[in-house]
């Protein structure tokens, strides 16, 4: 079992940047993938990014490539995004998940656990 909790969400001017940070508890944080999803309104739940087990392997939606950044710190159970030039597109609630596998999966049925989610509003 694994809790995640989500957090630095927030409202902010397109061409802006956030960071939404994940921590988890529970079962041992580095045999998980971790990943990033993000659902609009009326939208079905999206990839955004996911994160190798160590950390050196990382994968992108195209939407969000050169933009957005995901990095982990196995030592605090932690995951990053880090999201850059922001646009009003991105405005979605991001979700934090995680998948017990080597290699990352880019449907939302394919991870094992969520976080609540966290809101990121870019206004134009």
């Known amino acids: 079992q694994v809790q995640l909790v989500e957090s630095g969400g927030g409202l902010v001017q397109a061409g802006g940047s956030l960071r939404l940070s994940c921590e988890a508890s529970g079962r041992a944080f580095t045999t998980y993938v971790m990943g990033w999803f993000r659902q609009a309104p009326g939208k079905e739940r999206e990839f955004v990014s996911a994160i190798s087990r160590s950390g050196y392997s990382t994968w992108y939606a195209d939407s969000v490539k050169g933009r957005f950044t995901i990095s982990r710190e196995n030592s605090k159970n932690t995951v990053y995004l880090r999201m850059n030039s922001l646009k009003p597109e991105d405005t979605a609630v991001y979700y934090c998940?995680?998948?017990?596998?080597?290699?990352?999966?880019?449907?939302?049925?394919?991870?094992?656990?969520w976080g609540q989610g966290t809101q990121v509003t870019v206004s134009s």
């Open positions: 998940a995680s998948q017990l596998s080597i290699m990352p999966g880019t449907t939302a049925s394919q991870y094992d656990y």
